[in-house]
């Protein structure tokens, strides 16, 4: 099925006729601006672009109630302005609206009520004014992120490992078009490298490619020196997808930790414990993976990224659906791999996360890097400009 398939799959299902079908789909194309995503695989979707679609074909057929979860999680600045604005228009359409969220900044032109919920119980149902003047910190112990700007002046720790991994003349072509193109780049090995970029511009294409999971990807990967061939990186890479649902294959969360290390269970389960603990995860070690939420799925595939004693770990939206306690638990734990001399990927659009561990970045535009480097003056006020949208709602 394509993109344009799945928008209006649910009027077609409701038998409109065909005239106003189009037409709709027209204004929602024009509304969401989905010009450059209609009649598109999507399965060669990026995760935001795969949740513009979604929000799209929800919106389709008109419905009196919207029930949103999480739907800002993998957009980029742009796209989370535009659902935003969506927001708006529904609300001022007269539709209810009630979504699910840890990200907040967007909503607070838009909400009329804030509902706080914990441990399934609502705790405490009032008007959106009342709520957004609660200081920083209680906002921030319920769990929820920060509605006041990030600066980008905190600086964390420089990097711990030595050496260079550099990239040479890498690039990749899908179809006959060149989805990635980098001359060169060099990374102080060890480093967090933030790569961030609006939706579609090759961020999850060059994390694939980097661990050796694109067979038609060319150039040279090096570390220290040696080269790393597609083989070696496979070996000594390890990636945390987007949609952690692919990459979830056991009977528990402490066996889905296990799987990956070397050696027997019995010996590994210390470590594994350890993992899980610090994961905010040894309480639900004997429950299946797939039966958690989507924030303990992600925080499962994060501690097998870490068990897996891999020199190169990428991790793609890892603090999608995680509340403030959970993403700074990542956070350390992705300090910590650095401190040990590993070289880390974040494929990010949570300005949180990137203050609390990235050292280095990777700005993406069009499969090209736009800009790259450390903490400098410039890269934080860029840092600020890009993510200024939606802080400044």
């Given amino acids: 099925m394509d993109s344009t398939s799945e928008i209006v799959f649910g009027c077609e299902n409701m038998g409109w006729p065909v005239p106003d079908i189009k037409k709709r789909l027209e204004q929602i194309s024009h509304d969401f601006d989905l010009d450059n995503l ?10 935001g672009e795969k949740q513009k679609i979604a929000c799209a074909s929800v919106t389709m057929p008109d419905p009196d109630v919207m029930v949103l979860d999480e739907p800002a999680s993998n957009l980029d600045c742009r796209s989370i302005q535009i659902l935003a604005d969506i927001i708006a228009v529904w609300k001022n359409n007269g539709k209810t609206v009630i979504i699910a969220e840890h990200r907040l900044n967007y909503l607070k032109a838009v909400a009329d009520r804030v509902i706080y919920m914990e441990d399934g119980q609502i705790v405490e149902d009032v008007p959106a004014k009342q709520f957004w003047n609660l200081p920083v910190e ?31 003349n890498f690039h990749f072509s899908y179809n006959g078009v060149l989805d990635l193109d980098i001359p060169s780049l060099s990374i102080p090995a060890g480093a967090v490298v933030g790569i961030i970029g609006n939706n579609g511009t090759g961020k999850t294409t060059f994390a694939r490619c980097l661990c050796g999971l694109e067979r038609k990807a060319t150039g040279e990967i090096s570390i220290e020196g040696e080269v790393l061939n597609r083989k070696k990186r496979l070996k000594n890479s390890y990636l945390v997808m987007q949609d952690v ?19 027997s269970e019995e010996k590994n389960r210390p470590e594994a414990e350890n993992i899980l603990k610090s994961m905010d ?14 924030g303990q799925k992600q925080r499962v595939a994060v501690a097998s990224a870490l068990s897996s004693r891999k020199k190169i770990l990428v991790f793609d939206e890892p603090t999608s659906g995680l509340d403030y306690h959970h993403m700074i638990e990542v956070a350390e734990n992705i300090r910590q791999l650095s401190a040990m001399g590993k070289t880390l990927f974040i494929i990010t659009h949570d300005p949180e996360l990137i203050a609390e561990c990235c050292n280095f970045f990777i700005f993406m535009e069009m499969g090209r890097i736009k800009w790259s480097g450390g903490w400098s003056a410039d890269n934080r006020q860029r840092l600020r400009d890009f993510f200024s949208v939606i802080q400044e709602m």
């Fill in 38 to 47: 209609l009649e598109r695989n999507l399965f060669h979707l990026s995760g």
């Fill in 138 to 168: 209680v906002i921030k112990q319920r769990g929820l992120r920060s509605i006041v700007p990030v600066t980008f002046e905190r600086v964390p720790p420089l990097c711990h490992g030595n050496g260079i991994l550099e990239v040479k």
């Fill in 245 to 263: 649902n692919h990459q979830l294959f056991t009977e528990s969360v402490e066996e889905e930790v296990l799987i990956g290390m070397p050696g």
């Fill in 281 to 294: 995860l040894l309480p639900l070690k004997e429950l299946h993976p797939l039966s958690l939420s989507g």
